[in-house]
């Protein structure tokens, strides 16, 4: 006999994610009930993931939980906020009941790595989509944006992007790389690291945020255009792991880099004079992160080698172009 909705939230979503003391009502009711910390601020962010859009049909269920949670932690760590709650609204072809257990767990172990519960959410029928709102808060006027950097700032990026786009170009058999390298990259895409503890950190140190989704030169260009200046990358300056290099020779390595989406990581600015005090708190080699170019007075976004400017064919993943 098919699940009933009831029975199916009951099952797999009303005990999911980590237990909070500052929900005072969960899933259940008609609405969760939530108490925020006195003087802050609450940030919200939501993203869906369609499939066949943002993954493939078949991707492992783990990972399309782990994902669907993992890309609105993402938007939190950039706006250096710590995330608290969150709401799921599934949009499932039918109750299949081995899917919804590795989905939930997927999502499951993420939301309690970052101490998030799962408080709400909708279940409908149709094609697969999932909706995550995730909600935090960060001390009022705190929070980081994309809007503060100044001309001079230095940009930095954390990890190693690129390698969870070659990850989707693996899954797709759009690429080939040897096993060792394909293992990792898969991983990447499959299951992204959101910055958690390097977002909140930087509202110490960093004028501005953004994370990376759509690749890092068009992201980059976003923060650029936020705070009314533009972004010059340093190519052979841009981070590449060892498994994208031995995938892609370091040419596409570094293109891709710039271009890939997927990633996840944090890009961001700091004030030059700001520096040797973000690298003396939080040391590079430790929180994994490189510096990959400045703020510029010039608007848009470009990248240079050998002080000649790079032309790119496409800068990231654009939905309806
Ligand atoms: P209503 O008709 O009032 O919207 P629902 O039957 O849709 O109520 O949902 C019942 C309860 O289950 C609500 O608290 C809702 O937030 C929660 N819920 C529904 N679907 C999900 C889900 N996929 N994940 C988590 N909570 C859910
Ligand atoms: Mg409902």
Redesign the pocket.
């Known amino acids: 006999m098919p699940l009933s909705?009831?029975a199916l939230?009951e099952r797999y979503?009303?005990t999911?994610g980590a237990q909070r003391a500052d929900v005072r009502l969960?899933?259940?009711?008609?609405?969760?009930l939530l108490a925020m910390p006195a003087g802050c601020d609450l940030v919200a962010a939501t993203d869906t993931l369609v499939a066949g859009v943002h993954f493939p049909m078949a991707s492992p269920p783990a990972s399309i939980g782990h994902r669907a949670l993992a890309v609105n932690l993402s938007d939190l760590a950039a706006m250096g906020a710590r995330p608290a709650w969150a709401?799921?609204?599934?949009t499932l072809p039918q109750a299949d009941e081995a899917w919804l257990g590795e989905f939930a767990a997927g999502f499951d172990a993420l939301a309690r790595a970052h101490a998030v519960a799962?408080?709400?959410?909708?279940?409908t029928r149709g094609p697969l989509c999932v909706t995550v709102q995730l909600l935090g808060h960060v001390p009022g006027g705190s929070a980081l944006t994309r809007g503060g950097g100044r001309p001079g700032d230095v940009l930095f990026v954390s990890g190693t992007p690129g390698d969870a786009g070659a990850g989707l170009a693996l899954e797709q058999g759009r690429l080939e790389a040897p096993p060792e390298a394909r293992a990792y990259l898969r991983e990447r895409f499959l299951l992204p690291t959101p910055r958690m503890a390097l977002g909140q950190r930087l509202r110490e140190h960093a004028s501005a945020c953004i994370d990376v989704s759509d690749g890092l030169l068009a992201d980059a260009g976003k923060l650029a255009a936020a705070s009314h200046t533009g972004a010059e990358l340093v190519f052979g300056d841009v981070p590449v792991s060892e498994p994208l290099l031995a995938a892609l020779g370091e040419e596409r390595a570094r293109e891709l880099a710039l271009t890939a989406g997927d990633d996840y990581e944090l890009c961001f600015a700091v004030p030059a004079d700001n520096v040797a005090r973000l690298h003396a708190e939080l040391p590079p080699q430790q929180w994994r992160y490189a510096r990959i170019g400045v703020l510029r007075a010039a608007a848009g976004a470009v990248v240079v080698r050998g002080g000649t400017v790079m032309e790119f064919s496409h800068c990231g993943y654009e939905h309806f172009t």
């Open positions: 909705e009831f939230i979503f009303r999911c969960g899933v259940g009711d008609d609405a969760a709401l799921l609204a599934l799962l408080v709400g959410g909708d279940t």
